[in-house]
């Protein structure tokens, strides 16, 4: 069974200052790795998605790097800003997901 | 817009009645999913869709039925409710594998009282 962990569980920063997100999962031979952000009561915003053959996408100020043999990946989101804040789930899977519990970024103007 | 809609968005049961979550994607989406986010924990998968006409139980079925109408709908059912069911539930969809990842809704949260 894949369990997928993220550290830390929360996460509190100035304004401008870079985040580092991490995931790490138990079951390396994964076929997708996709990183969601969700807003308080709200649902889930996919941001980045990382196929097994791939090592990372950017998006914008967004970068997610996958490394499957040591089962992990990063979330790198450059100069916060206070509308950065959320919490950032990770999710690896192909026909069903399993998702770590999240990270809750809090960016302090 | 497009993407994956749930209704209701809330919801307050009594302990023993039943109640059908629904959920539509207009993507065209093969694959449809429905998961429970409970406090400190991740996603977890309650059933899926591979396709039309098919149906799998995932990580936490019990206490639960889905039927997929059809393509673009995939409904939970919930036919005695328990406490335990209080949760906040997603339906999710994708297209096929190599095809991109997944859309969710925005969620019902679900109270049994």
């Known amino acids: 069974k894949q369990e997928v962990t993220q550290i830390p569980a929360a996460l509190s920063v100035p304004e401008g200052e870079n985040l580092v997100l991490n995931c790490s999962f138990t079951?390396?031979?994964?076929?997708?790795l996709q990183w969601f952000r969700q807003d308080p009561g709200k649902g889930l915003t996919s941001l980045l998605l990382?196929?097994?053959?791939?090592r990372e996408q950017t998006s914008g100020r967004l970068n997610a790097s996958l490394d499957k043999s040591s089962g992990r990946s990063t979330l790198y989101i450059a100069a916060s800003q206070p509308g950065d804040s959320a919490t950032y789930l990770c999710?690896?899977?192909?026909?069903?997901?399993?998702f770590g519990a999240g990270t809750t970024v809090t960016v302090r103007a | 817009n497009a993407g994956v809609t749930q209704t209701p968005k809330f919801q307050v049961l009594k302990t023993g009645q039943s109640m059908t979550l629904q959920c539509a994607q207009d993507?065209?989406?093969?694959?449809m999913y429905w998961y429970r986010q409970d406090p400190g924990m991740g996603l977890r998968l309650i059933y899926y869709?591979?396709?039309?006409?098919?149906?799998d139980k995932g990580e936490v079925p019990n206490g639960y039925n889905v039927s997929r109408l059809n393509k673009r709908e995939f409904s939970l059912r919930l036919e005695s409710a328990a406490p335990s069911q209080t949760s906040v539930y997603f339906c999710?969809?994708?297209?096929?594998?190599?095809?991109?990842?997944?859309?969710f809704g925005s969620g019902t949260r679900l109270t049994v009282v």
């Open positions: 999710a969809s994708r297209a096929d594998r190599g095809r991109g990842g997944y859309t």
């Open positions: 079951d390396s031979a994964i076929y997708n």
């Open positions: 990382i196929q097994s053959s791939q």
């Open positions: 999710a690896v899977g192909d026909y069903k997901l399993s």
């Open positions: 993507m065209n989406h093969n694959s």
């Open positions: 869709s591979a396709s039309e006409g098919t149906t």
